[in-house]
């Protein structure tokens, strides 16, 4: 292997030994030496359009891969584009490493000059630098173990002066980084949530992203206890294939989740938050239901809401110290009765509800489709192995509610900043992590158009990405939620309205194969690209009828 001959090329040689999984980026001078540095020690690089772009691609690479995600940006203005990005994924807990050049500490008065520490902090990111020569490796080994074992978004700022010197003769093997034992739950905890479950006679479990891991010991114990399992949106497809599997939890539960799960006495969260959105402001919460959370972050428990218990552990451990506890009590049907078996495997997906269709057709062929009529069609005509994305906006219901995934790694979903225009990137991101599956992504007119820089990127890798795009040239959410004041004017939603855009053909004009979608009939198109060479991205311009507005997002809005 070639010595690295300076602290940029050090840098990118020791990231390169740890594991990084893939870089994403926008070089520019500051970072064009460590980028590539990373490329040759076999770290592959996507070249984003935008910062924003680059960072969220990361963010979905980590969370779909289990690897770490790298984001390279230049000095100041760099760093800021990437900033929603790097707050979602902060938020979101994903583990990702920001590498940011920094002007010198002396060049006060350059235009990239700022407070770079500062800005990473502000959005929830960890800050860290690369502080001399000698400390690189330390300083690099430092900020990788903190975004992979407490899973955490790092900024590791590279300051120009020092990126420039040479590297140390004797950098040496990179020592690796070793994974911590997983967070066994104390034993009165154990005790006290195998109490709490012995006592109730309608357990229903919620499993969110930090149950991820632990699917086959929360299953064990469910199926012992005679619990109900769910999860939050991030986690869907976690529990695909177990008969008392309810779905997504929250505002995506179809009407008999959402009956179930209010109608428990007992609700175990497994790595999950619990929030306004999993549990409805706390409607899907009983009447003296108790409530147990169990989590690794102390701060997480009963952060969004009171909970009877709290259990610091890790979800798997959490499960089988729990199950094995109870084993000697002997096991009981509760609410896993045939009844519920039955009505479960007729009514719990979306799919089998019924629906009116809201479809219209005129003879100038400018009609419009059911949003539900669609997805639930393109659910049947994609192929199962498929890794669906979500972009946030009205819309977001259709996709997560009606395309299945094959299982929890096959949905992506980046919300927790509730930001518009992610999904493009998002899409991206986890196609390069799966590249084994069909990647598919489900966005509105107003966020695609807002990120559509990226669709050149997907074209250039030669994605075979299905874009839906639930086109209502609107900003549909706040359409519905400020056009339905009560007992007020009808307001004027000028701004929040747009002319008919054909977002088809912008589709073709990067390289994309475009299809008009205003009928079923139109699906054809879509037909004609999964028997082709799918050797670039569809995007789907479809046309939307209004089924007056996305109810959980109404309900968000009221409740804040």
Known sequence: MIEPNSVAALVGRTLAALGAGHAFGVVGSGNFEVTNALRAAGVPFTAARHEGGAATMADAYARMSGRLGIVSVHQGCGLTNAGTGIGEAAKSRTPLLVLAAETAGAAVRSNFAMDQPGFARSVGAVAERVHSAASA???????????????RTVVLNLPLNVQALPAPEAAGAVRQVAVPAPVRPGRSAVLALAELIAAAERPVFVAGRGGRGAREQILELAAHTGALVATSAVAKGLFNGDEFNLGISGGFSTPLAAELISGADLVVGFGCALNMWTMRHGRLIGTGAKVVQVDLEDSALGANRPVDLGVLGDSAETASAVLEELRGRGGATRYRTEEVRRRIKAEARWQDVAIEDLSTANDSGQGRIDPRVLSARLDALLPAERIVSVDSGNFMGYPSQYLDVPDEFGFCFTQAFQSIGLGLYTAIGAALARPDRLPVLGTGDGGFLMGISELETAVRLGLPLVCIVYNDA??????????????????????????????????????????????EADLAGVRAWLEGPRTAPLVIDAKIASDGGAWWLAEAFKGH
């Open 137 to 151: 490796v330390d300083d690099v080994v430092r900020a990788y173990r903190t975004a992979v074992n407490d899973r």
């Open 474 to 519: 609107a900003y549909g959410a706040e359409v519905h939620h400020f056009g339905e004041a009560d007992g007020a004017d009808i307001p004027d939603l000028s701004t929040v309205t747009f002319p008919e855009t054909d977002i088809a053909a912008i589709a073709r004009g990067y390289g994309a194969a475009g299809v008009t979608v205003r009928t």
